[in-house]
């Protein structure tokens, strides 16, 4: 996924007219956030790829196992480049205090998105559950993390192209 700051796409970005002080890129932060935001869409292509396979292989349980465990992993390292007093969310807030409830949405997210990959990891595991199953479940979990990823990309343009002018 490009990093491209001169450009307002899915991923996180900083408006080309509102660098973060002092950077021309952006903060640390964020270019840690951006790298570990494609890791996590590289990982969510795989799930969509092991879903989207032929049933009858019998490689395709191991296959969603596998690509939900890396997911997993992925989204894990999500949370810590977020949360906490160095993640993102504490320099959003830091530079645009007034989205504060966007912030508590998106780290109620983080809860949500975790359940919701166990569930769907334990079930994969169960062969009485069928592939119809798993795949809308695989599904509803893909769209839940494509609503958060959009809601965190929004919040990050909102606290830099308004907060630090970068009116274009």
Request: glycine share 8%.
């Amino acid at each position: 996924m490009p990093t491209d700051s001169h450009q307002h796409r899915l991923s996180i970005s900083v408006p080309s007219a509102s660098p973060v002080p002092g950077t021309s890129t952006g903060s640390a932060t964020l270019r840690m956030v951006r790298r570990r935001r494609a890791a996590l869409l590289g990982e969510i292509h795989s799930l969509e790829q092991a879903i989207a396979a032929p049933a009858r292989d019998p490689g395709w349980r191991p296959r969603v196992r596998t690509s939900l465990g890396g997911l997993r992993c992925a989204f894990a390292e999500h949370m810590v480049s977020t949360e906490g007093p160095d993640g993102l969310y504490a320099e959003l807030l830091d530079h645009a205090p007034r989205l504060a409830r966007g912030v508590h949405v998106l780290i109620r997210e983080h809860a949500a998105v975790i359940d919701t990959m166990a569930a769907l990891q334990r079930r994969v595991d169960l062969p009485e559950i069928g592939v119809t199953e798993l795949r809308t479940w695989a599904t509803d979990l893909l769209r839940e993390l494509s609503r958060h990823r959009q809601r965190g990309a929004d919040l990050v343009y909102e606290a830099y192209q308004t907060d630090i002018g970068g009116e274009t």
